[in-house]
């Protein structure tokens, strides 16, 4: 079992940046793919970022491949989300995720944490 909890998020003029964090509880977080994901009001929720459990692999949408940026401190049980270049579709609530297997599939994941909103003004 890991438990998630994310932090960062918060109110951005269109262009500005934030960086996400997701703190996992658990002494084998390196065990875990960990993963972003986004819900829009009134969409779905939809895949960010992956990262494998080295860090050394990572997948993004192709919405935000070349603004944000996944990484992992495996030392420290935290996933970050780096995003910049934000637009207002860029507005959401934000989830961070953990499974064991592929860091590939942008589907698997049996943990979850509670989320946090990111606004993105024009």
């Known amino acids: 079992q890991v438990q998630l909890v994310e932090s960062g998020g918060g109110l951005v003029q269109a262009g500005g940046s934030l960086r996400l964090s997701c703190a996992a509880s658990?002494?084998?977080?390196?065990?875990?793919?960990m993963g972003w994901f986004r819900q829009a009001p009134g969409k779905e929720r939809e895949f960010v970022a992956s990262i494998n459990y080295s860090g050394s692999v990572t997948y993004y949408a192709d919405s935000v491949k070349g603004r944000f940026t996944i990484s992992r401190d495996n030392a420290k049980n935290t996933v970050y989300l780096q995003m910049n270049s934000l637009n207002p579709e860029d507005t959401a609530v934000y989830y961070c995720a953990a499974k064991r297997g592929l860091a590939y599939f942008p589907s698997g994941y049996n943990f979850w944490g509670q989320g946090t909103q990111v606004t993105v003004s024009s």
């Open positions: 658990g002494p084998t977080f390196s065990n875990y793919v």
